[in-house]
């Protein structure tokens, strides 16, 4: 799925949980290999997220799926 994210490991998955409860801004800094890829363990959304900060723009589904919420993507412009 365009919007979910993933973990290998269960105690990684709780220990992000319990630090995002905490914060009161939360940022997830990603690069694109990540994409597309899949673990064991759900690891929640990206629209658990205020800001997604990539190497590259989102996808056409990840931008669609923007729209619904709140979370906003931010990128490097691409060289002209």
Not at 2 to 10: I, V
Not at 40 to 59: E, K, M, T, W
Request: glycine share 4%; proline share 4%.
């Amino acid at each position: 799925d365009a919007w979910e994210l993933y973990d290998f490991n269960d105690d990684e998955v709780m220990a992000r949980r319990a630090l995002a409860a905490g914060a009161a801004v939360r940022v997830l800094v990603v690069d694109s290999s990540k994409f597309g890829r899949s673990a064991l363990c759900q690891n929640g959304s990206i629209a658990d997220f205020h800001y997604v900060v990539s190497d590259r723009p989102p996808s056409k589904r990840q931008r669609e799926i923007l729209l619904d919420g709140p979370t906003r993507w931010l990128c490097r412009e691409e060289d002209e």
